[in-house]
């Protein structure tokens, strides 16, 4: 049984730094591609990382890049984002999420790409 558990949400100033986990089970973990998303209120579901397997080529959205940093413990079974500079437009449940079947060097960033998913955690960014 496949689970992934999201942990390390909260509540945040703005320009504050938040460190989310996700821990998995399940999978065949260093083989599979990681990517975390994220879903504001009555928004969409919006691509925020990914990390590859083997050498973990990282793949950013555009509004995060420079502030966060996807990792991988291959050993823990667990992929981090570490958020820094945070903006009250991060506010968000986050979600992390593996994709089984990626081919690409590069991570992709395509909602339906991914087969599992966490239950998210809350992202509040607010003075």
């Known amino acids: 049984q496949v689970q992934l558990v999201e942990s390390g949400g909260g509540l945040v100033q703005p320009g504050g730094s938040l460190r989310l986990s996700c821990a998995t089970s399940g999978l065949a973990f260093s083989r599979d591609t990681m990517g975390w998303f994220r879903q504001a209120p009555g928004k969409e579901h919006e691509f925020v990382a990914a990390?590859?397997?083997?050498?973990?080529?990282?793949n950013y959205a555009d509004s995060v890049k420079g502030r966060f940093i996807i990792s991988r413990d291959n050993v823990k079974n667990t992929v981090y984002l570490q958020m820094n500079s945070l903006k009250p437009e991060d506010t968000a449940v986050y979600y992390c999420?593996?994709?089984?079947?990626?081919?690409?060097?590069?991570?992709?960033?395509?909602?339906?790409?991914?087969?599992?998913w966490g239950q998210g955690t809350q992202v509040t960014v607010s003075s």
């Open positions: 999420a593996a994709d089984l079947r990626a081919d690409a060097i590069t991570p992709r960033s395509v909602r339906s790409a991914y087969d599992y």
């Open positions: 990390i590859g397997r083997g050498f973990g080529v990282t």
